[in-house]
T-cell receptor, first 111, second 116 residues
Framework: QKEVEQDPGPLSVPEGAIVSLNCTYSNSAFQYFMWYRQYSRKGPELLMY????GNKEDGRFTAQVDKSSKYISLFIRDSQPSDSATYLC???????????FGTGTRLQVFP | EAEVAQSPRYKITEKSQAVAFWCDPI?????LYWYRQILGQGPELLVQ????????DSQLPKDRFSAERLKGVDSTLKIQPAELGDSAMYLCASSPLSGGSLDTQYFGPGTRLTVL
């Protein structure tokens, strides 16, 4: 069993839809949770990160962490065609910067 | 805006040949990472440098892969000999802080390797 599980998709939604992306994990030592966006043929770029449980909002993006369920989510409101990319969750334990990535979910937003 | 530079962007080679990838991190960043991303999977850490020292190379296949960061600035990742299973995207990332503290990792555009 992988430490981080993520549905690979693809997920196809119409413009303006609310998108929900999710990851589950097995290692209870994970404390930092990140979402990266990766456009085709590009490197990942950090979208959001949260520490421990709770919610964090940044514009159209909301990240949620539920440590009791070992489950994290990224919500995208009013999705745009420019949001079409692969979204990777990543996690790290306390006092380490080693990231463990999910497999990524490919999202396509069509006009 | 400062970026992580990588070259080449694409490399096609035949199995058993040697290949090398170069990475120039963002100026002043102490920590440098090399990741391998197989198509359809997330990046996996190969090696991490803190300045010129290796911090973690536990996932680096040392029989064929080597990495160096001689002056603590740019870095080279080498594969010799390349195998078909090495076909992947090789990503370099850097972060400003010392290892052991979480800080944003900035990724370069990657080198896509195809081994024939």
């Amino acid at each position: 069993q992988k430490e981080v599980e993520q549905d690979p998709g693809p997920l196809s939604v119409p413009e303006g839809a609310i998108v929900s992306l999710n990851c589950t994990y097995s290692n209870s030592a994970f404390q930092y949770f990140m979402w990266y966006r990766q456009y085709s043929r590009k490197g990942p770029e950090l979208l959001m990160y949260t520490y421990s449980s709770g919610n964090k909002e940044d514009g159209r993006f909301t990240a949620q962490v539920d440590k009791s369920s070992k489950y994290i989510s990224l919500f995208i409101r009013d999705s745009q065609p420019s949001d079409s990319a692969t979204y990777l969750c990543a996690m790290s334990g306390f006092n380490t910067d080693k990231l463990i990535f999910g497999t990524g979910t490919r999202l396509q937003v069509f006009p | 805006e400062a970026e992580v530079a990588q070259s080449p962007r694409y490399k096609i080679t035949e199995k058993s040949q040697a290949v090398a990838f170069w990475c120039d991190p963002i100026s002043g960043h102490a920590t440098l990472y090399w990741y391998r991303q197989i198509l359809g999977q997330g990046p996996e850490l190969l090696v991490q440098f803190q300045d010129e020292s290796v911090v973690d190379d536990s996932q680096l296949p040392k029989d064929r892969f080597s990495a160096e960061r001689l002056k603590g600035v740019d870095s080279t990742l080498k594969i010799q000999p390349a195998e078909l299973g090495d076909s992947a995207m090789y990503l370099c990332a850097s972060s400003p802080l010392s290892g052991g503290s979480l800080d944003t990792q900035y990724f370069g555009p990657g080198t896509r390797l195809t081994v024939l």
